[in-house]
């Protein structure tokens, strides 16, 4: 799983049959720093430099942070198995924090 900041939707006049009517936002991934809070307005600094898309069924809004899961079994049970991707934004996030592990 990714978290991520959403950046933009994508529009497009074509698209596969099983993307019709389905949302697709554009994502850059939060790059996760020193333990502590992750801000929700993560600045350029804190996003990957590429950005993914994602089918995102929850509607979320541009700037806020959510997590993409990536995968077959994760596109079929959060929008079937007939859809053409594997990245689906599973939540919207309220408060994300790092948390310094002890070493294995």
């Not at 698209?15 to 333990?35: D, K, M, T």
């Not at 307005?41 to 942070?65: K, N, W």
């Amino acid at each position: 799983m990714i978290l991520a900041k959403v950046v933009g939707t994508v529009w497009g006049a074509r698209q596969a049959a099983s993307l019709g009517g389905r949302r697709i936002v554009e994502v850059r991934p939060v790059v996760l720093g020193p333990a502590g809070p992750v801000p929700h307005d993560a600045t350029e600094d804190r996003l990957a430099d590429a950005s993914l898309l994602a089918v995102d069924p929850l509607g979320a809004d541009e700037g806020q942070l959510v997590l993409v899961a990536i995968g077959s079994r994760v596109r079929d049970l959060c929008l079937g198995p007939d859809v053409t991707t594997k990245h689906c934004v599973i939540a919207i996030v309220d408060a994300a924090e790092v948390v310094e592990g002890e070493p294995a």
